[in-house]
């Protein structure tokens, strides 16, 4: 018989969300809708900690690319779903939901990571090569599909023609390729972690069907995940509109949901003194989301006839240049403080400040 040394909660935790999920057609009610919500956050933490099980056993860097690959899939399968049911809004999904993604992560997830190191440790340290192989690939990728469509003149409007969209998705795929051979194989040590005094690090790895069963069940943890987001959208859209705040704060607040596993694994990994392995998290769940995202969007636009709008308002794009230029100010010589994480945090409340009152 199969031992399995996990915490039953987290076994039970999938499961009981997916039987949830598939009783939503029942209509029994608005308490309904806040058990769907609980049980939403307890797969959420389930799956930050199969997604710990299975990177422990596949060592680092392979571990964060595995929960960095599964969260973007995850964000790509729940867009293409929305373009593919049609409305009007579909236009700006996409470039809404990666430039949502973005600022959460570079600015949101990194600024609480460096800030709860800091407090813990005052100061820790990080191998800059790997960080600095992020940081220009991002920056790179972000200002090609954000950016740049504002100047185009192919398409009316803040839009690539198809032809454009057909090359910025294929030079996505290649950086974000570039990227993987560096982080896995070429410069492998770039991304690994100084060793660290704490028990995570020095535990036993898991057996091998431990480790799969892990992978099993984090697999069905963001799945449920996306689709309970997906499901309770609407509530939160009539929640947000009765707020008086505008309707594209339904897509952060979607965002934030899914990228809850990934914040939650970087913050912990943050608070045990490995900042590598929180950045690595952080940063690399970026640059996957849009690096795989936009060639997804631009096959889907291409199938479809779609005209899809990626050019980013000149507010937005003001405090993503900032952003970007802060973090990469703040990672330029591999320590951290407490003044880098502050600053990360108000542009990320900035962000969200302004989104609210525009």
Known sequence: ?????????????????????????????????????????????????????????????????????????????????????GGPEILTLARDTVFAAVMIIITGMTGICILTGALKFKEQTFKLQGVSAILITLTAILVLTLILPNYTTGEPGPAFTPVQLGFVAIISLILYGTFVLVQTVRHRDYFLPKEVQDEETHADPPTLKTALFSLLLLILCLGIVVLLAKSLAYDIEVAVISAGAPKSLVGVIIAAVVLLPEGLAAYKAARNNRLQTSLNLALGSALASIGLTIPAVAVVSMMTGLTITLGIDSKSAVLLFLSLFTVTISLANGKTNIQQGVVLLVIFAAYLFTMVMP
């Open 1 to 85: 018989m199969m031992k399995l040394s996990l915490p039953i909660w987290t076994i039970a935790a999938p499961i009981i969300a997916w039987l949830a999920y598939f009783g939503i057609s029942l209509e029994l009610g608005d308490y309904y809708k806040f058990f769907l919500g609980a049980v939403l956050i307890a797969s959420v933490l389930a799956a930050v900690h199969h997604a710990e099980v299975v990177a422990h056993k596949v060592g680092e860097p392979f571990g964060t690319l595995i929960l960095a690959l599964a969260i973007t899939f995850i964000e790509v399968a729940l867009i293409v779903s929305i373009m593919l049911s």
